[in-house]
């Protein structure tokens, strides 16, 4: 069956702009969570949405921000961009929630100049 | 936070060799998995570990989750060109929170 999807797989933007990224779980699976991946910083939990719900968030500003529709996919948000922002943005899903198995996606690398 | 010390950084081997690497941290965790990233690719799950002491195998490649379930090793024998990537290990489970914590990843490269 399909893996997960990440759009766009790559993003210029300048600062002060916005961008949306889109995820599309596998088929089934309820859960999607976000991350965030740097040289410096590994990998960073952003937020998880579970049937239309988040429910966990981790340590970013409210720049960062995300939903999940009906059909399980997911978008994230992110606004008033700064040059710390660039990085791989990784999009996982899962049956149960960040407890079961994740499968990423192969993420959007955002760069902001 | 909780923080997870992945070493070695990188590792540079022989094909063939064995290779091994850990993470240990200063939380206890209830579940241990480890993860391996290719270029340009999202991380996919290797091993997953649920309990203190269980040794798991996939393939060439086994797994451990310490006895004080703060630390986790991952071994790999006979190394071939293909298992060039970045292995990540992460803990969930503490404090009661699921979400988990990655290590900073072991940069592997094999030299045929």
């Known amino acids: 069956k399909a893996g997960v999807t990440q759009t766009p797989r790559y993003l210029i933007k300048t600062r002060g702009q916005q961008v949306t990224l889109s995820c599309s779980p596998i088929s089934g699976h309820r859960s999607v969570s976000w991350y965030q991946q740097t040289p410096g910083q590994g990998l960073q939990f952003l937020f998880e949405?579970?049937?239309?719900?988040?429910?966990n968030k981790g340590n970013f500003p409210g720049r960062f921000s995300g939903r999940q529709f009906s059909n399980s996919r997911s978008e994230m948000n992110v606004s008033t961009l700064e040059l710390g922002d660039s990085a791989l943005y990784l999009c996982?899903?899962?049956?149960?929630?960040?407890?079961?198995?994740?499968?990423f996606g192969n993420g959007t690398r955002l760069t902001v100049t | 936070g909780q923080q997870l010390n992945q070493s070695p950084q990188s590792m540079f081997i022989q094909e063939g060799e064995d290779v091994s690497m850990n993470c240990t941290s200063s939380?206890?965790?209830?579940?241990w998995l480890w993860y391996k990233q290719d270029p340009g690719e999202g991380p996919v799950l290797l091993i997953a570990?649920?309990?203190?002491?269980e040794l798991t195998s996939n393939g060439r490649l086994t797994a451990q989750f310490g006895i004080t379930r703060k630390d986790s090793f991952l071994n790999i024998s006979a190394s071939i060109p293909s298992d060039v990537g970045i292995y990540f290990c992460a803990g969930q489970g503490a404090g009661g929170s699921y979400i988990p914590t990655f290590g900073r990843g072991t940069s592997l490269i094999v030299h045929p």
């Open positions: 939380s206890i965790f209830n579940t």
């Open positions: 570990l649920y309990k203190a002491g």
């Open positions: 996982a899903s899962s049956l149960r929630g960040v407890d079961s198995p994740l499968h």
């Open positions: 949405y579970f049937s239309e719900t988040q429910r």
